[in-house]
Every structure is written in C-alpha cells, then in structure tokens.
C-alpha cells in the first residue's frame, strides 16, 4: 500500500530534550515535505527536500533540522524543544515536479506536546 | 507571494443539506494548482482533488463539486446531501509551478452536520 508513515503518533516532552521525528514513503518520491498545524494558521511548511542530499528552509524553520540521506526517509530533529513547538506536524511527499504529478500525500501526522 | 483565503471559520448545516464552502487564491503566476484536502476528526489529511490553472471546467465526484473560476480567483466546494461523515476541517491549497513545491494552506474550515 502507497503510504507515507511518520512516528511516533504522540509525544509529550520536555523543554530542550533533543527528539527526532520520522518520516517515510514507499512511493519512490523525490520530494519530501514538513509542516506544521497550529490553530488559526492552516498548515504551514517548515523544511523541504527536492531529492537525497538537497534540503531548504520552509517558512518556518527556526529551531528544527532535516537530513535527506535516503530517498524513503526526512527525519525532523528538534534539538532543543521549546513549548512553542507544540504543535501538530505532518510529513508529505510528492513526484518531481517535472512529472507533471504534483499532489503532496500527506503522512498520519504527529502530535508534539513541549512542556 | 501566495496566499490563499477561506473566510468561512466554522459552519453547521442539517443533513440532506447541501452546503458550499468557498475559497479565494491570490498569486502573481499564471501556471498554478489548487488542492482540497479534508481533515476528518481522526487528524489525518485526506487529498480531494488537484485543479491545474488551465482548466476550469467544474468536477464533480459524487456528492462533492468543485467550481473553478479564475476571473474571481475562486475554487469553492460544494457538497450535496450533506451527510454526518462529511463532518471535518476542510482546508483549500494552492502550489505555484515555480515555487519550491510548498503548498500554501488556507486556514481551513470546520464543517459540521447535524443530524
């Protein structure tokens, strides 16, 4: 089954308690994508990646980091977690542009709680 | 810059209604695509339809359509025969060809239908 997966589901940390978030597609896609979603907002993108070793900021990429090692996998890695990083967060990967496909599939999303 | 605008926060309808929820897409570039996604309760994202720049021909799926017009830079859903499973934030995107394939988001709107 196509899919994009993402754990863990739920987390509830502490402030500054390094954590990692994983994300992976079995669809062979090239692109990769984070965002949050916080209340009154909509989703927005933190970090991107158009292929392995290529990544970009987003719109919000302030206190988070990605790796593009392989094609399957974005991880996102909060180094030092802060309550304002509570938030709703959601892996999405796409075809190449070029394709001509450009619809992003979103994973289940997690959701991050920063005490 | 992109923007997309759904002014309805929060509507309630009766079932058996139909109900059309709006939204209002601004960008610079004439090459572009427009997404709904339907967020059920369970969190998940749920993609609904990919509408290129080019063509506005009307879709409809069912219970679900979708007008298209670029002279009002509008992409509004509309849902016949409402039923309680259509109960969900329904967010509007838009995703311009030259961009870095973000997908800019509404702010979503909650549906509910009452029984």
């Known amino acids: 089954e196509a899919q994009v997966t993402q754990n863990p589901r739920y987390l509830i940390t502490v402030t500054g308690k390094k954590l990692t978030v994983t994300c992976s597609q079995n669809m062979n896609h090239e692109y990769m994508s984070w965002y949050r979603q916080d209340p009154g907002l909509g989703l927005r993108q933190i970090y991107y990646?158009?292929?392995?070793?290529?990544?970009d900021k987003g719109d919000v990429p302030e206190g988070y980091k990605v790796s593009r090692k392989e094609k399957r996998n974005f991880p996102l890695i909060l180094e030092s977690p802060s309550p304002n990083q509570t938030s709703l967060y959601f892996c999405a990967s796409s075809r190449d542009r070029g394709r001509g496909t450009d619809t992003q599939y979103f994973g289940p999303g997690t959701r991050l709680t920063v005490l | 810059a992109q923007k997309v605008t759904q002014a309805q926060t929060e509507i309630s309808v009766v079932e058996k209604e139909d109900v059309t929820l709006d939204c209002v897409y601004e960008t610079r570039d004439t090459t572009y695509y427009l997404f709904w996604y339907k967020q059920p309760p369970s969190g998940e994202l749920v993609f609904l339809i990919r509408r290129n720049s080019f063509d506005e021909q009307n879709e409809i799926s069912g219970r679900y359509s979708w007008n298209f017009q670029k002279s009002t830079s509008s992409f509004n859903f509309t849902i016949t025969a409402s039923q309680v499973v259509d109960s969900a934030v329904y967010f509007c995107a838009l995703l311009t060809l030259f961009g870095n394939e973000k997908l800019t988001f509404g702010t979503g709107t909650r549906l509910t239908i009452i029984p």
């Open positions: 990646s158009m292929n392995v070793e290529v990544t």
